[in-house]
Antibody, heavy 119, light 108 residues
């Protein structure tokens, strides 16, 4: 059973940097999958942030590319998201997910981590 | 970036009725790259349909997907109480993955 679990702060201040980690169990992070970050805004809209392969190859949403960095720690079966210059509009539930290679969909999702940006 | 527009925003139906949800793309999307998810309150989205018309593992056959080009449809043939949720379409292209804004399916 593949499981993903996000961890990180629930609250960040405007202009600060967000650090989130996703722990994967039931599936090696070295498997033939991309590891994904997606966020969901209040009011329900979904936005793809980007994904990373175990090799370190990344694809970022062009609209967020300048503020985002993803990394993988295969020894811990974890991957991480760094998002800089956080603002109130970045308040959202942040999900990690899995995208098998060569398919266009996300088949396993974490439960989500609410991040609120406020002073 | 491909913009996906879902309609209606809210659909109010009764159990046993048929639901038809629309997803329109701002440019042509390959059939292999159109996906549908279901989301219930407090849960992450759940994969429902991929490749326009293929049901994901464990999805009942009352759910079906169709369409091509810029117009895609999710149909629920006979609504069960557990089907009332929000439904999102999603497309994949090499530059960006985008989602529709969702259709909320409410009990009438």
């Amino acid at each position: 059973q593949v499981q993903l679990q996000e961890s990180g702060p629930g609250l960040v201040k405007p202009s600060d940097t967000l650090f989130l980690t996703c722990s994967v169990s039931g599936n090696s992070i070295n498997s033939n999958n991309w590891w994904v970050w997606i966020r969901q805004f209040p009011g329900d809209g979904l936005e793809w942030i980007g994904y990373i392969y175990s090799s370190g190859a990344v694809h970022y949403n062009p609209s967020l590319k300048s503020r985002v960095t993803m990394s993988v720690d295969a020894s811990k079966d974890q991957f991480s998201l760094i998002m800089r210059s956080m603002a109130a509009v970045d308040t959202a539930i942040y999900y990690c997910a899995r995208k098998p290679s060569d398919v266009p969909y996300f088949d396993y999702w974490g439960q989500g981590s609410l991040v609120t940006v406020s002073s | 970036e491909v913009v996906l527009t879902q309609s209606p925003a809210t659909l109010s139906l009764s159990p046993g009725e048929r639901a038809t949800l629309s997803c329109r793309a701002s440019q042509s999307v390959g059939n292999a790259w159109l996906v549908w998810y279901q989301q219930k309150p407090g849960q992450a989205p759940r994969l429902l349909i991929y490749g326009t018309s293929n049901r994901a593992t464990g999805i009942p056959d009352r759910f079906s997907g169709s369409g091509s080009g810029t117009d895609f449809t999710l149909t629920i043939s006979r609504l069960e109480p557990e089907d009332f949720a929000i439904y999102y379409c999603q497309q994949y292209d090499t530059s960006a993955i985008t989602f529709g804004q969702g259709t909320r399916l409410d009990i009438k």
